[in-house]
């Protein structure tokens, strides 16, 4: 159909003449067949009328003296026109008096009253016959003196009167059409005289938009389309004096712009450079700060190990507490550092929300206790465990909380609330409130305490210390998290700080092709209920995850079967107990299980209604590992069971029923010791770490290389792995991956935990272990204290460190600090992690320690040569009671003999231009020297590792010169230690 609006100017004209003219001579064709219509009809009947008159005065005496042949005569004249085709009189009755033609057939029909009456009025006319032969009758009255005495009726055919009617309506038509042609020839004519200037100037147009050509358009016009082209050279003439200007002025512009981003990329490469130098400098000055501060905190350590008293005693905690103090203040400034910069980022892992509870809990209780403070954790029952977010900075959040609450509160309570605040089937936003009754938080400090560097109490004389960052930095983490934090109190009543955030649930679909059967692929499961129907779900359920599934419908049928597995050795790893049993109940029967030796190494979970839930307490007094509301979600059902066993599930239980056998090979074995396998390829640190895991009541087994501890993994049963990252031949990460793949082809889940060892603790290096399948992190050197708290979150050991002063943390950051702050070997390490950043989502690792100088150092009273660090040949004799000496001797003589033979390859690697050497060997050396106490000379290999990370060997002969002139005054000191002949 044509569309008029995107027609072209010459269609548009056309179209206007067309309509103009057509509906023109149309109208007039129209009115002119209208009007011949109506005039040849109205002629032709008054002609009828005519003539019926002319009879009706011929037949009166007719009529009146009934004379029929007479009228019939007067009838026979209408013969002469041939379009008369019948005529009849009637008389004053309305009967037939006479007719024409006088014979035909039918007779005309007689007149009734109606149309005398009528006739009586005026004339009467019918219209009768078919529309190609049309009839026309009329009826006239015949009078004498104002009677009607009869009437006088003609019937016309008018077959001729259109036929004429045509012919004159076709000559009209043939000349509308001749003058529409006509009109079409003109308008064509006249039509190019309109569009072809128009034309000329679109061609125009187009030229200026798709080639700046300005050319004008020449015209010899006069009218209206002259002006308008006239209008649009001016126009052109404009646009392109505009755009000279425009060319120049671009010109100009382009010149600025090219200084202005030269002067910005400037200004950018300072920036970025004094970013940097700010956040070297920060992580120098941390690293300078920690230096002096392990010497004090490590001497602190040590000396409280020794006969004290209570005045010396105090001012030794006063010491240590201070160290602690300002190692949480350098942790917030590195953390706020990372805020500033934008450099904070979270993650998104699967991970179970209870544990990550139960962890903060067990961290802040003592410091409760010793402050005479109750602490509750309220969590409700209806939360989800299995949840997707950041573990580490919720985490960080939670401490950051708890440890004010405890530091603000003298006495009273604090109460830890977790509560869903709105949950769907994909997600759950959940909120944890953090009550205590402490000092409360003013209403003018509301509005500015979670503003950096701010503080309820700013004032010079107030009683609490810290740097304000704390809050700050749980701002940027919540929101970061998508969540909102906020605090709500009554001054001198406590506060509660609380804070939001939206949690993904797991997703545990076994139909999905990316579900990981092997977890539980294998695994046996008890279902004790009453009801058949739920325990058949829970049942078709777990075989959805390939775990062979039983049910028990009683505490006794379930204790029948769970002994009968036992005796065919092929017993359960977990059972799901309902809370509502009819005999004894799921937490009776939870505890019986785990008072028995021959059960009590089986999973607990404990199924109960909002109702029923049993507390905290009680789930851990009865053994219980997890306790899931009914009807219970799928995914955390799935995490409890996939969740590695913590050292200390159960063990309330199994305390009351003696000694439990062990669940996987997380724990020890029943009477016997738990097996470590040491993976380390430095002599010196070899010697030590083993004398710390044999004064923890561990065996050691060793290996030398990634290698040999895939070896011994595959060959022997180990409770626990200790995997030094930097190793020959086969790596720590890559010999971590290769356990894992092992492990999952046997079939076990992730039983054997692995624990991170390494001089360095660099940004990525988490990731790495993580990534590689590492379960915790700890820095070298660290102390037995530190290695004791890190392998007590995966085992349970059979005796704890030696005793350390004690110490209440001035907050959450002091205590998880005080793993790492109370060395008494100095570090060599790169730059440390806050302790945020440190460890996976079960625990924080201790931060690592940079060496000291021997001028940091205050040395003992007995002589000492100066180029070794006499606290770390103390630490070295206290791991081993009785024997101190023997050992130092043997880590003195190991690292002596060990020492020239990686200088050796330092030279060849040198030589060789091979940095990947020359890291990894100053690497290993950099710990071995701060184990025997060579400060200085930790401190060159650290600088040889340095160097060779860049990849360039550049200065490292001067570097391996100064080595050995330092090695040599390290080998004279030792030797004055050493026995003769040694």
């Not at 179209?15 to 009809?41: D, E, M």
């Not at 595959?714 to 492990?743: F, S």
């Not at 050396?925 to 930790?938: I, W």
Request: hydrophobic content about 45%; aromatic content about 4%.
């Amino acid at each position: 159909m044509l569309n008029f609006e995107r027609s072209g100017l010459s269609q548009k004209l056309t179209i206007i003449s067309v309509l103009t003219t057509g509906s023109a001579l149309l109208l007039v064709f129209v009115a002119f067949a209208v009007a011949s219509i109506l005039s040849h009809t109205s002629e032709e009947r008054k002609q009828l009328t005519s003539l019926a008159d002319v009879i009706g005065a011929n037949s009166v005496s007719s009529l009146l003296y009934a004379d029929r042949p007479t009228a019939e005569q007067a009838l026979a004249a209408l013969a002469v026109k041939s379009d008369i085709t019948r005529a009849a009189l009637f008389d004053r009755d309305g009967r037939l008096f006479a007719s024409y033609p006088a014979q035909r057939e039918p007779a005309p029909i007689a007149l009734d009253a109606p149309r005398l009456r009528q006739l009586a009025s005026g004339e009467l006319a019918e219209r009768d016959g078919p529309p190609w032969a049309p009839l026309l009758r009329l009826y006239r009255p015949v009078r004498v003196r104002q009677h009607v005495i009869g009437a006088v009726m003609i019937e016309a055919g008018q077959a001729s009167l259109w036929l004429g009617i045509l012919r004159n309506l076709g000559i009209t038509a043939a000349a509308t059409v001749s003058s529409f042609g006509l009109a079409l020839v003109l308008s064509a004519r006249f039509r190019e005289g309109i569009a072809a200037p128009i034309a000329q100037l679109i061609a125009a147009a187009d030229k200026v938009s798709s080639s700046q050509t300005y050319a004008q358009v020449q015209h010899q016009r006069s009218d209206e389309l002259g002006t308008l082209i006239d209008s649009f050279n001016g126009m052109l003439a404009q646009i392109e004096s505009r755009d000279t200007k425009l060319a120049q002025y671009r010109g100009e512009l382009e010149r600025q712009v090219s200084i202005r981003t030269a002067q910005l990329e400037k200004a950018k490469d300072s920036a970025e450079a004094a970013s940097q130098a700010k956040s070297a400098f920060l992580a120098n000055m941390s690293h300078e700060i920690r230096t002096p501060m392990n010497g004090v905190l490590g001497m602190a350590e040590l000396l409280a190990a020794t006969e004290l008293t209570e005045t010396q005693r105090h001012y030794t905690s006063m010491v240590r507490r201070s160290g602690e103090h300002l190692l949480v203040i350098i942790n917030d400034i590195l953390d706020f550092s990372k805020v500033e910069a934008g450099k904070l980022t979270v993650e998104y892992i699967n991970f179970n929300l209870r544990e990550l509870l139960d962890d903060i809990e067990n961290v802040f209780a003592p410091q409760a206790q010793a402050k005479g403070i109750e602490m509750e954790f309220a969590v409700a029952n209806n939360i989800p465990l299995a949840i997707c977010g950041d573990p580490n900075r919720l985490r960080q959040v939670i401490v950051n909380l708890l440890g004010n609450a405890v530091k603000f509160t003298d006495q009273g309570r604090i109460k830890v609330a977790v509560r869903v605040a709105e949950e769907d089937a994909q997600s759950a936003r959940l909120r944890i409130e953090v009550q205590d009754t402490g000092i409360g938080v003013s209403r003018e400090a509301r509005a500015h305490i979670f503003d950096s560097f701010s503080q309820g109490d700013g004032s010079t004389t107030r009683k609490h210390g810290g740097t304000g960052l704390g809050l700050a930095i749980s701002k940027q983490l919540v929101e970061l998290m998508g969540g909102s934090i906020g605090v709500d109190n009554a001054l001198g009543r406590g506060s509660v700080f609380w804070f939001t955030v939206q949690f993904d649930k797991r997703r545990v679909d076994a139909d999905d092709a990316g579900f990981q059967q092997k977890p539980t692929k294998g695994l046996r499961a008890l279902v004790v209920d009453r009801q058949a129907e739920s325990a058949l779900a829970l049942q078709r359920l777990l075989g959805r995850w390939h775990l062979q599934g039983h049910c028990a419908p009683s505490a006794a049928d379930a204790l029948r079967e769970l002994h009968a597995a036992a005796a065919r050795g092929t017993p359960y790893d977990v059972a799901l107990l309902d809370m509502g049993l009819d005999d004894i109940g799921g937490l009776a029967l939870a505890a019986e299980i785990k008072a028995d030796p021959d059960i009590s190494g089986i999973r607990l979970i404990l199924l109960a209604s909002e109702r029923n839930a049993a507390d905290q307490v009680q789930r851990r007094a009865a053994g219980v590992a997890f306790q899931l509301i009914k009807p219970v979600r799928e995914p955390d059902l799935y995490d409890c069971i996939v969740t590695p066993v913590r050292a200390n599930e159960g063990v309330g239980a199994a305390a009351h029923g003696g000694a439990s056998q062990s669940q996987a090979s997380l724990r020890p074995r029943l009477g016997q010791r738990p097996r470590a396998l040491l993976a380390e390829d430095n002599p010196v640190n070899v010697e030590v770490a083993s004398a710390m895991l044999r004064g923890l009541g561990m065996e050691v087994a060793c290996a030398a290389n990634g290698e040999e501890a895939l070896a011994a993994v595959r060959a022997g049963d180990y409770d626990l792995v200790l995997m030094d990252c930097m190793m020959p031949v086969m790596d720590g990460m890559a010999a971590t991956a290769e356990i894992r793949r092992l492990e999952q082809q046997r079939g076990r889940a992730r039983a054997t935990p692995i624990v991170a060892i390494t001089a360095n603790a660099l940004q990525g290096d988490r990731e790495r272990c993580l990534a590689a399948g590492m379960d915790d992190y700890i820095s070298k050197p660290f102390s037995q204290q530190a290695l004791a708290d890190t392998l007590g979150r995966w085992i349970a050991l059979p005796r704890p460190a030696p005793a350390a002063l004690p110490a209440t943390a001035p907050d959450s950051r002091a205590s998880a600090s005080a793993l790492s702050v109370a060395l008494a070997v100095r570090a060599a390490s790169g730059q440390a992690p806050p302790a945020s950043a440190v460890g996976n989502h079960k625990a924080h690792a201790p931060p690592p320690a940079e060496p000291a100088d021997a001028s940091h150092v205050r040395p003992p009273l007995q002589a000492m040569p100066a180029a070794i660090n006499p606290l770390a040949l103390d630490a070295i004799r206290a791991l081993s009671a009785g024997q101190g000496e023997a050992l130092l001797q043997r880590v003195l003589a190991t690292f002596l003999q060990d020492t020239p033979r990686q200088l050796a390859a330092l030279h060849e690697a040198v030589a060789e231009s091979d940095p990947n050497t020359i890291r990894k060997t100053a690497h290993s050396l950099k710990s071995s020297s701060a184990n025997v106490g060579a400060d200085t000379l930790a401190r060159l290999f650290r600088d040889l590792e340095q160097l060779a990370r860049t990849g360039q060997t550049d200065g490292a002969a001067d570097l391996i010169a100064q080595l050995e002139r330092e090695f040599q005054s390290v080998r004279h000191s030792l030797s004055l230690i050493l026995p003769k002949g040694a």
